[in-house]
């Protein structure tokens, strides 16, 4: 190198000159060279100081992200994972998926399959089993492509993914990248590679499923996307169906198996799964079917598939394996799961859980509720409500389109709940008809005024349990008990036409449903109990189980009035916020339960995911009556659908192969229409009514119909069966109008006999003998009682009646009871005053009789000797009998007219205003006739035109 230096010599010759040249170049080449390496090493010593500053400053803010991360504890990472709840029917089938924002049920390591472990593996993180939650090697490839190809390829391992899920946000920054990498290596020094893949595996996104625009289900882990995709357990999964779920992860969108594409979108080639929605159809995804194959030839490669198994992977139709599952039963709305989750979160929070505690275990804590629901019952419910001709007076415009409100709800609308007499278990419940979405209006759970149907357990329920009996007799007759008031009549009958009907039992004013009768034997609660009736009903109606009442203590008070339910409007069903239909049906349950209360109930246990008990749910019971009272007061009821306002309820025309005991109730604005009631089996409310209460087209007619055809389905295949009456219970034969015991006078009432054989409480029969019926002497013509001064052939003996306390039309502004024709009239016969009825002696029969046998001597008044000895006998042998008109079919009231017919002679008997919703299908009246006389024909008009005819044999 020193003789190539330059040497700064003098060019003295041409050939000198040449020689030095020569020389003199290579001292510039050398020159050049030794700066360009100066250079170079220069640039590559600065860019080993930028490097290294770099890479310093790299790893300051590397130290700094780390140095600033959250330390991580991985032993609870189960606590971050949200898995779904499920609620099973009674028979352990799955009625509905609480719904959060996906469905995930944990699964441990030991039940995933190895072949699904491989696949997941080989197409995420083939060297999972080695990498210490970084794979270097594959970051440095992923940074090659993407400088090579400007593509964006992801290096993440398992453990990073997993990271990301739990701990970081999914957005895409260096600063994610680096705490995913520090998680990723966190983890892999507290969990085992096992633990790592399970909780991997049980929270990676694997897709959804729109099933409709209102309802879409994501699967969040391995056995959800089973359950979405396959309807499959792991264990059941093929190679190609564990290729296919690996896949999905990378991009679920694109991966997943199916689509939701608008119907418009829909090609012939698409093979469709669901096409139920109106606006979407479900199809399959044809760009599943590249990323399955990639992710079965890297198992091949990695040797997790043999030749023959990738072969018949590849090979299988994977199209036709999709099976696609709800996670939910689509045939039944969400009114019933809504209420089990409300239930089972108040439940928890009694253990000491918050709110916010018991609602996340509820929707995300992965337990599993058995409910009450019957499947077969709730499916009835669903499909009867959903036919528009079992709701009258439906709003449809001219077209017949329904008439929606602002919420988006069909008029009138409607709730039922079933329960199980004897558990208390709620078998099926619908809060609507025609709705569907979460969360809906539970109008099951609203209040509304009850109407009649209040009646039962008001004031007939406290006065058997406090001694008055189903004898006891009350007088219909005008009652003044309002005391803002107090001089005009209330209550006031529904049975307008009649108005009041007079003397009656307990049966009686149940069976017609009477205003007077209830109030009046709520007010006899005084004689029996030491509190004041209003409250001691209050008492009997919380114990039944309602909890919507008003006490006098706790008032509500809007403007300057207070309202409470301490009154006798309470009887009326006349209630500050009225009464749901899950609490009418509960209580009603009671009669049907040998008078015991008991909590009714939509779950009966709760486990966790782990199959750890819970909640043991045991309902509260409670008697509020002796199964004596329950037993009487269900034969009353059952008398009301037998022959009373309830007998469209009835389920055989007898109402004894399974019957039915219930109460209507129609409020007086005919707002609101009830029917409840029960059988052998179950017990059964309905509520019918607009949301914005207005007047319906019908009352409780319409309620009692849907009763019957929902109840009729439901007791399908059931045995006959009966209530079963207890130990403690008499039969005695009682007059109707006095509930004494029973004597001649009462079989001989000009209406009938008035006996029947009552049902009595033991110790509670009657001792004593009627005394309202007696014999008595009437002038005829006049109706007053006879005298001395009474021509005899104007006289009859009859059997009257003598109320206990006189009733003077006079003080009642002249309004008459129906019964009071046959009442024992206080005047007696003036001859001064009272007109005779003329000659021959008054009377049709009695007057025939005696005229063929005596006439003769008023055909010659001169003819003393064929005057008589002695008067007629005026008694007469005649007998009554029960006529019964029926089934009556027709709308509100009509008027009905009764015939005796004899040859071509028809003679009007009675005419009456009759309702079949007020007084049943049938007419019952009684019919007069002379014994042994034979057949008698009778007719009924309805509204002018003869409908019945009817041959009654005395």
């Not at 999905?248 to 991966?255: A, D, E, G, T, V």
């Not at 599993?368 to 449809?396: A, C, D, W, Y």
């Not at 008694?875 to 009554?880: E, V």
């Not at 009007?908 to 007419?923: A, K, M």
Request: contains cysteine.
């Amino acid at each position: 190198m020193e003789d190539q230096t330059y040497t700064g010599r003098s060019r003295s010759s041409n050939s000198d000159d040449h020689e030095t040249r020569r020389p003199q170049k290579k001292t510039k080449r050398k020159k050049k060279s030794s700066w360009l390496k100066t250079a170079f090493w220069s640039v590559v010593v600065i860019m080993i100081l930028i490097t290294f500053l770099v890479a310093g400053t790299v790893l300051g803010v590397v130290a700094g992200i780390v140095k600033e991360i959250e330390p991580i504890d991985a032993s609870n990472i189960y606590s971050f994972l949200d898995e779904s709840s499920f609620i099973l029917d009674q028979d352990g089938n799955v009625v509905e998926k609480v719904q959060t924002e996906g469905y995930r049920s944990l699964v441990d390591y030991n039940e995933i399959p190895e072949d699904l472990i491989n696949a997941f593996v080989a197409i995420e993180d083939e060297r999972f089993w080695t990498h210490n939650g970084v794979d270097l090697k594959r970051i440095l490839g992923a940074l090659y492509t993407n400088f090579r190809t400007g593509s964006m390829q992801g290096a993440s391992t398992i453990n990073q993914q997993l990271a990301k899920i739990i701990y970081l946000s999914p957005e895409q920054t260096y600063t994610r990248k680096i705490k995913d990498a520090y998680y990723g290596m966190q983890l892999d020094k507290q969990l085992s590679k096992e633990q790592i893949l399970e909780a991997y595996l049980n929270t990676i996104n694997l897709g959804s499923v729109a099933f409709s625009g209102s309802y879409s289900v994501q699967a969040n882990g391995i056995q959800a996307a089973a359950d979405l995709y396959f309807s499959k357990g792991l264990n059941e999964l093929t190679h190609a169906e564990a290729a296919l779920l690996a896949g999905i992860p990378r991009n679920p969108p694109r991966y997943s198996p199916v689509s939701a594409l608008r119907k418009e979108n829909v090609r012939e080639d698409h093979i469709v799964f669901n096409d139920n929605d109106s606006e979407y159809t479900i199809v399959f995804n044809p760009d599943t079917l590249p990323r399955m194959r990639l992710v079965l030839n890297n198992m091949h490669r990695l040797g997790y598939l043999s030749d023959e198994e990738l072969e018949t992977a590849l090979n299988q139709d994977i199209a036709a394996s999709i099976s696609l599952n709800r996670l939910t039963n689509e045939e039944i709305s969400s009114y019933f799961g809504d209420l089990v989750q409300r239930d089972v979160m108040d439940e928890l929070e009694k253990l000491g859980y918050s709110g916010d505690e018991s609602r996340q275990m509820v929707q995300s804590g992965g337990l599993t509720i058995h409910s009450t629901i019957n499947m077969k019952l709730q499916r009835i419910l669903e499909e009867e409500f959903n036919k528009p001709e079992n709701f009258p007076g439906t709003f449809v415009d001219a077209e017949g389109n329904y008439i929606l409100d602002d919420e988006g709800n069909v008029q009138p609308q409607s709730a039922m709940v079933i329960i199980d007499d004897a558990t208390g278990q709620i078998k099926a419940l619908i809060g609507g008809r025609m709705s569907s979405g979460d969360k809906i209006f539970n109008r099951a759970l609203a209040p509304r005024q009850p109407g009649s149907s209040m009646k039962p357990l008001a004031a007939y329920t406290a006065a058997l349990d406090l001694g008055i009996t189903a004898g006891s007799v009350i007088d219909d007759v005008p009652t003044y008990l309002n005391i803002h008031s107090p001089n005009t009549p209330w209550p006031r009958n529904y049975y307008t036409s009649i108005g009041y009907y007079g003397l009656m039992t307990m049966r009686e004013a149940i069976r017609i449903s009477s205003n007077v009768g209830a109030v009046k034997f709520a007010e006899m609660l005084g004689q029996y109990d030491n509190r004041p009736p209003a409250k001691t009903m209050f008492d009997y109606m919380e114990r039944m189980g309602i909890t919507s009442l008003v006490s006098s203590n706790e008032p509500v008070i809007q403007g300057n009035q207070s309202f409470h339910d301490e009154n006798y409007s309470m009887v009326l069903g006349g209630l500050t916020h009225g009464v749901s239909t899950l609490e009418m049906t509960n209580a009603y349950a009671v009669f049907a339960n040998q008078g015991i209360h008991t909590e009714p109930i939509t779950f009966t246990k709760v486990y966790d995911r782990r199959g750890n008990l819970v909640l043991d749910k045991k309902p509260e019971r409670n008697r509020v009556v002796s199964e004596q009272v329950a037993f009487v007061m269900t034969d009353l009821l059952r008398d009301a659908v037998s022959s009373g306002t309830g007998a469209r309820a009835r389920l055989d025309q007898g109402n004894s192969v399974i019957p039915v005991a219930g109460k209507t109730g129609t409020t007086s604005d005919q707002k609101d229409a009830w029917f409840v009631g029960y059988t052998p089996y179950y017990t059964g409310g309905v509520w019918i009514g607009h949301d914005l209460p207005e007047k319906l087209s019908e009352g409780s007619r319409m309620a009692a119909e849907l009763w019957k055809t929902v109840m009729l389905r439901v007791h399908e295949g059931l045995e006959p069966s009966s209530f079963q009456q207890p130990d403690g219970i008499v039969r005695v034969n009682i007059c109707t109008k006095s509930g004494q015991l029973a004597t001649e006078f009462c079989s001989l009432d000009p209406r009938g006999s008035t006996i029947r054989s009552e049902l009595f409480i033991q110790g509670t029969q009657p001792t004593e003998y009627c005394i309202v019926h007696v014999e008595a002497d009437i002038h005829v013509p006049s109706g007053k009682l006879a005298n001395d001064l009474t021509p005899p052939w104007e006289v009859e003996t009859r059997i009257m009646t003598q109320r206990p306390v006189p009733y003077i039309p006079e003080e009642h502004g002249g309004i008459v009871p129906q019964d009071f024709v046959y009442e024992l009239p206080l005047a007696e016969y003036d001859p001064l005053v009272d007109e005779t009825g003329g000659l021959p002696p008054y009377g049709s029969d009695w007057n025939n009789d005696w005229n063929n046998e005596w006439g003769d001597w008023f055909d010659d008044p001169d003819d003393e000797d064929e005057r008589p000895d002695a008067e007629p006998d005026p008694d007469s042998n005649f007998t009554s009998r029960v006529l019964r008109i029926g089934p009556l079919d027709f709308e509100g009231d009509t008027q009905l007219s009764l015939y005796r017919v004899v040859g071509n002679q028809r003679t009007l008997l009675e005419v009456r205003t009759f309702n079949i919703e007020q007084h049943g299908e049938y007419w019952e009246t009684r019919v007069l006739g002379e014994e042994n006389s034979g057949p008698v024909r009778f007719e009924v008009e309805i509204n002018g035109s003869v409908e019945f005819r009817e041959n009654v044999t005395f």
